[in-house]
């Protein structure tokens, strides 16, 4: 079940590969998911010792949550394999890539998963391009629709 969806990342970044993350989360940050109450807009992924957290993601307090409810925007550790992680790290390090929350979902209905994106950020010329292409799918589906 999909929790949530970055739609502005496959415009902003060219996205070379995904990766699917567990991440670590409290039991008010849980409920507050089964209720969509998440933004991944200007978040991201960044390595903190060897660990990989998730930044900037917004989730917000549980609306019948005590004085223990989570802090809304706090970074939140992401799951993966220790191989994973020393790869990722390696990538990082070349120039101009970055780690891009793509989409947060439930798996079998009771874990939270994270769908991550090895990006590279898009330039003016290609983001113009982008537009090109869905504005010709579209017209090439409004035709298709008249000859039915």
């Known amino acids: 079940m999909e929790i949530v969806k970055n739609s502005k990342a496959r415009f902003e970044y060219e996205i070379l590969e995904e990766i699917e993350a567990g991440i670590v989360l409290a039991g008010s ?37 005590s004085f223990f409810n989570h802090d809304p925007v706090g970074s939140r550790k992401l799951l993966l394999k220790k191989k994973e992680l020393f790869r990722l790290k390696g990538k990082l390090a070349e120039k101009g890539w970055t780690i891009i929350p793509l989409k947060m979902y439930f798996k079998d209905n009771k874990i939270v998963k994270v769908l991550l994106g090895l990006c590279r950020g898009k330039k003016a010329h290609d983001k113009r391009q982008s537009i090109k292409d869905k504005d010709l799918k579209k017209e090439a589906l409004r035709e298709l629709k008249h000859f039915k």
Not at 43 to 60: D, M, T
């Open 29 to 65: 940050e849980v409920k507050s998911l089964r209720l969509k109450k998440v933004s991944l807009v200007d978040s991201y992924a960044k390595f903190k010792g060897n660990e990989l957290f998730l930044v900037n993601a917004r989730i917000e307090p549980y609306t019948h949550g």
